[in-house]
């Protein structure tokens, strides 16, 4: 299987572990969806970025990932800024949702990067 495959199978089963576990909460946060996807969508077209930069220009690889990461960080900013406005009362659990699963897809993204770099 190549990385890219193992790189999806990773993130589809981390969607559908987040998804099953959803059914456990009593409520979920009011942003739920929308965050999911954005978070899916995000990681996946980076990773993706990130895979044909270090093909077609490997000396700008680490400079197009810390790019990468800063521009993340001042969307997603705008993003969690945004739902704070929009739902005050469950901003909390919005937003620490939000940061869950962005810490999980910066694992496996940086996990799956890792393991092609190093081959």
């Given at each position: 299987?190549?990385?890219?495959?193992?790189f999806l199978?990773?993130?589809g089963?981390a969607?559908i572990?987040?998804?099953?576990?959803?059914?456990?909460?009593?409520?979920l946060?009011?942003?739920?969806?929308?965050s999911?996807?954005?978070?899916?969508?995000s990681?996946?077209?980076?990773?993706?970025?990130?895979?044909?930069?270090?093909?077609?220009?490997?000396?700008?690889?680490?400079?197009?990932?810390?790019?990468?990461?800063?521009?993340?960080?001042l969307?997603?900013?705008?993003?969690?800024g945004?739902?704070?406005w929009?739902?005050?009362?469950?901003a909390l659990?919005n937003v620490?949702?939000?940061?869950?699963?962005?810490?999980v897809?910066?694992?496996l993204?940086?996990?799956?990067l890792w393991?092609?770099?190093?081959?």
């Open positions: 299987m190549s990385n890219l495959a193992a199978v990773a993130m089963l969607v572990l987040i998804l099953g576990v959803s059914h456990l909460l009593p409520s946060p009011s942003f739920f969806y929308q999911l996807i954005l978070l899916t969508a990681t996946i077209g980076l990773y993706l970025y990130l895979l044909r930069t270090r093909k077609s220009q490997p000396e700008f690889f680490v400079q197009f990932y810390l790019g990468s990461i800063a521009i993340k960080l969307a997603y900013g705008a993003y969690l945004l739902i704070i929009e739902d005050r009362p469950g659990e620490v949702f939000f940061i869950a699963v962005y810490a897809f910066t694992a993204e940086v996990g799956f393991r092609q770099i190093t081959r």
